[in-house]
């Protein structure tokens, strides 16, 4: 993505959901989607990445955090792996604490589930290769 934003705290969605739109466009029968960030930022439901991302591709999301941001106490802390430190869940679509056990249950020994490790991964080598 050339026209990439800079990032700003509570701001990740205008960053990141560009990349969503050309990376899904022409997808049919997508019915979860699990992002790297949160659904929304606080109690009161400021949204955050996977809000923007479930009114526009309309399909219950799970975020999935590393880092805690602040306000976000309503996020479900998941253990995984050997870490002492959990992820974070929140989700639209779903109750978080269905999201949480998908979380917990989805593949990989470490703290971050193999499939978003992998998606971490196959993005950093486009930008490192300038292709993305």
């Known amino acids: 993505m050339q026209d990439v934003a800079p990032y700003r705290p509570g701001e990740f969605y205008r ?27 606080d109690p009161p439901g400021r949204p955050g990445l996977g809000a923007h991302a479930h ?8 975020g999935v955090a590393k880092t ?14 050997s870490s002492g430190r959990p992820v ?21 020994r470490f703290r971050i589930p193999d499939a978003l490790r992998r998606a971490d991964q196959l993005a950093r080598a486009s930008v490192d290769a300038g292709t993305g």
């Open 55 to 62: 009114a526009e591709f309309g399909v219950a999301v799970i």
């Open 68 to 81: 805690a941001f602040h306000g976000a106490t309503h996020a479900v802390p998941v253990p995984r792996g």
């Open 88 to 108: 974070l869940v929140t989700a639209v679509g779903m109750p978080r604490t269905e999201a949480a056990e998908l979380v917990l249950g989805m593949a990989g």
């Open 15 to 41: 960053r990141e959901l560009p990349a969503l739109r050309a990376v899904l466009r022409g997808l049919d029968g997508l019915g979860l989607l699990v992002i790297d960030g949160y659904v929304d930022l």
